[in-house]
């Protein structure tokens, strides 16, 4: 029965969400910044329904670090939800072409600056990506994308395909890894709290002086670091360490704390 009603308050808050997220998109069309407000539109209502607990561990740098290319893991549709809590500033995402068909939602990602990818023809999915570079290069924006290219459904980190390193090498930009918990698997729709999802950003990875041939090390980098902190986030949530124990090692670290 909660999982009924839950559904049905998420499906009319993602096209309320939707139509205020068209009129922020026509009142200032193709603005790099669309993103990151259309994502808070989604995300901030979504997790007080689905109860969803968020620990977010970002960085300092996470914010300031622009233009960048940020690769994040990818399980499912929630990731819209969970995501939107932390997209920075002039942040836009790549998608597959077809989204801009999904009623309201497509309309609005296409309006907010975000790139879409047509991947059935190689010739256009090139030029996109060219595009894409140019942006990261002359427009202060970064771009976020899934490497992986497809949903993981929880089941471990997929391979990662080459277009975001290629594309932050031809642009000169680093990359800045985010990693979220193995949220779906354990997700419970059904119960009050639906489970505690953590995300983090790790340090950002410089392709200063790196060239095409560089780009295996690079993913193999990139993905055995997200992969061990997705290991490490997921071990935290099973075994979460006790509010006292925490704070007796903070005054074994800090003796003079009272």
Known sequence: MLFVLRMSLMGLHFVLAGLLGLLIGICRPFNPDNSRLCARLYALPAMWILRLRLKAQMAPHFERTRPCVIICNHQSNYDLFILGNI?????????????????????LFWLA????????????ARHSIRQTTETLQHQDTSIWVFPEGTRNLGKGLLPFKRGAFQMAIDAGVPIVPVCVSTYVRDMQLNAWDSGQVMIRSLPAISTTGLTGDDIPALIEQCHSQMRASIEQMD???RNPVPAAQTAAEQLTQNPRTR
Request: hydrophobic share 40%; net charge positive; proline share 11%.
């Open 235 to 237: 071990a935290q949530l």
């Open 87 to 107: 997209v920075p500033p002039r942040t836009v995402c790549i998608g597959k072409k077809s989204l801009k068909w999904v009623p309201f939602f497509g309309q």
């Open 113 to 124: 600056g975000n790139v879409l990818i047509d991947r059935g023809n190689p010739l256009r």
